[in-house]
């Protein structure tokens, strides 16, 4: 009795959690439908001074420029690392990537410190490129949006970058018209919006995976 209810159990939770997956993945408004282009062929990104080659090419990457202003930077991050990053930061091609000026190491680590206190999170997905003033502006120009950089470098908005290196965004939301970025200071936006994107660019990679590995299986 006991091992036919165990069998049945499992059998439950094979066929439950792929159901389950599927049904977050379709909570979003957008569903299945892919999040538009805004813009195509952004900048790879510039070699950093220090640490590991960060790419672009072939991940998901939430984007952003704190330039040399991370000490005003903590509150922006503690939302994105519990609304976003927590989220998502197991999906292997999932990543943050943020430019900031080339003296802000001492900072990056402060900051570093205050993500891994502040909700205990595996933060080896986020990434801090340190280069230049200059290079942050070229990258950033890249991206063709109606932003700008202030004096140090930084912006409070945030964007998605797709594994194409397209910048991803909405062209019909309610209040802009064209959402091209998530300001991250606002805990509202990330709530009713910027989830809701990030699942749907996830999903569109995970649904082209599954059906290229069954084409590939005839």
């Known amino acids: 009795m006991t091992k036919d209810l165990n069998k049945k159990l499992v059998l439950g939770i094979l066929f439950i959690f792929p159901l389950l997956v599927y049904l977050f993945f379709a909570s979003g408004k957008n569903n299945f439908a892919k999040l538009p282009i805004l813009t195509e062929k952004v900048n790879e990104l510039p070699q950093g001074y220090l640490g590991k080659k960060i790419k672009l090419k072939n991940k998901i990457t939430i984007l952003g420029y704190w330039g040399g202003d991370l000490k005003n930077k ?12 927590k989220r998502f930061y197991q999906f292997d091609d999932f990543q943050f990537v ?30 801090f490129l340190h280069t230049t003033s200059e290079n942050m502006k070229i990258h950033f120009s890249s991206l063709k949006t109606p932003f700008l950089l202030d004096d140090s470098g930084n912006t409070a908005y ?17 209040d802009s018209g064209t959402l091209y970025a998530f300001d ?9 919006k910027m989830i809701d994107d ?11 995976l599954k059906i290229y590995n069954s084409e590939r299986d005839k």
């Open 98 to 127: 943020f430019f900031v000026d080339t003296f802000q190491i001492k900072q990056v680590q402060e900051l570093k410190n205050e993500l891994v206190k502040g909700v205990g999170t595996d933060i080896s997905r986020w990434n």
């Open 158 to 174: 945030v964007f998605i970058i797709d594994k194409d290196l397209s910048l991803r965004g909405r062209n019909d939301d309610e």
């Open 184 to 192: 991250a200071r606002s805990v509202a936006q990330i709530n009713k």
């Open 198 to 208: 990030v699942k749907v660019i996830l999903a569109e990679y995970r649904l082209a």
């Open 74 to 85: 903590k509150a922006e991050a503690l939302n994105l690392n519990e609304k976003i990053y």
